[in-house]
């Protein structure tokens, strides 16, 4: 059952890495880790689009927009029922001067921190359900583009967890949450599912599918709109992703993985690759 846990989080990993509020596996996966140990994750993510959605119109951009980012997270069991989890990460983003789309060009800075607090409300026979709460830290970068690393503010936001791990070495996971942030920008529901298997006691596999939906009601483009205000723009996407994980030891663990946003409202049709590492204690 430990080999199967391990996947799962490295399969949680990969599916989060592909997300656009990127995530590592501790703060999403309904396992929480034991009193006094925990994990250390690692992940990169190279991102690529060359076509965006303004309002729900596909349309092409005058070239490819790209964005690096590397992403630690750490978790650590307060109890075997609560745990804390703290994400860090810098990202930087290249693309063409454009007066609408990108006034400065590619941009760079700390992203979005967070920390919050899980809790188990059950966990029996490989099953778990968890409730999270995270304050949202606003990082240290400029908004106002298409190239933004984040929306420029500060926030909280709550989900519920459930999985279940199967002897056969299957596994699956979800999650449904509420995101809130100030600055005008909208609240979003999101959710996702994530199915593994553990092949045997160094590999498996993952395929996961992530949900944002927006409650805004300002589309690029649109009258009103302006470079200065993409981080209220009623952002939508669908994502979908798979990957291999690695277990190298009871303590080291690894993924790499593919994602692609398949359609969405005001966001970069954008195809991502990542690779992470896990440090178990």
Known sequence: MKTIHKACTSAITGVLLASAFPALASDQSPWLSAAGSGEVSVGYVSQSANRFFAGDTELSLPTDLELQTLFVGVSYGITDRLSIDAQFGYGESDFAVNPVLSPQGGLSGITDSKIGLRYSLYNTDGAAITARGSVIIEGDYDTGAITAIGDGDSGLE????????????????????YRTRGSDIPDEWFGGMTGSYAFNDTIGAYVGYQLVRSDGDLDVGATGFTPQRFPEVDEDYNLANAGLSFNFSDSWSAGIGYGKKLDGRNTA???FWNVSAVYSF
């Open 158 to 177: 709550v989900a519920l967890l459930a999985g279940k791990i199967f002897d056969s070495g299957f596994a699956i996971s979800g999650e449904a949450g």
């Open 269 to 271: 049709k954008s195809d």
